[in-house]
Nanobody
Framework: QVQLVESGGGLVHPGGSLTLSCVVSGLTFNLYTMNWYRQAPGKEREWVASIQGGGAADYTDSVLGRFTASRDNFRGTIDLRMRALKPEDSGIYYC?????????WGQGTQVTVSS
């Protein structure tokens, strides 16, 4: 059974930092591209970042330079380090595993950026 479990969300002031984590089990982790998505209230889910099995990462423009994705293929985990957070970064953040269109999702973790 494939499981993706996110953690690390919370309430943070604008300009603050958070690190999200996702623990993955039940699949051959290093074969999967791992993604972070987020969904704000009333908006569609949007892609935030991807990290390939070898560690190469891509980011949506709005988080470039502020967010850093990493993965540990031995432990089957990914992290998303977020700094200089803005209110528009608020939402539920989801961990996603993708390999040639076969996808698995976590349950999400809430991030709220507010003063």
């Amino acid at each position: 059974q494939v499981q993706l479990v996110e953690s690390g969300g919370g309430l943070v002031h604008p300009g603050g930092s958070l690190t999200l984590s996702c623990v993955v089990s039940g699949l051959t982790f290093n074969l999967y591209t791992m993604n972070w998505y987020r969904q704000a209230p009333g908006k569609e889910r949007e892609w935030v970042a991807s990290i390939q099995g070898g560690g190469a990462a891509d980011y949506t423009d709005s988080v470039l330079g502020r967010f850093t994705a990493s993965r540990d293929n031995f432990r089957g985990t990914i992290d998303l380090r977020m700094r200089a957070l803005k209110p528009e970064d608020s939402g539920i953040y989801y961990c996603n595993a993708d390999r040639f269109g076969r996808e698995y999702w976590g349950q999400g973790t809430q991030v709220t950026v507010s003063s």
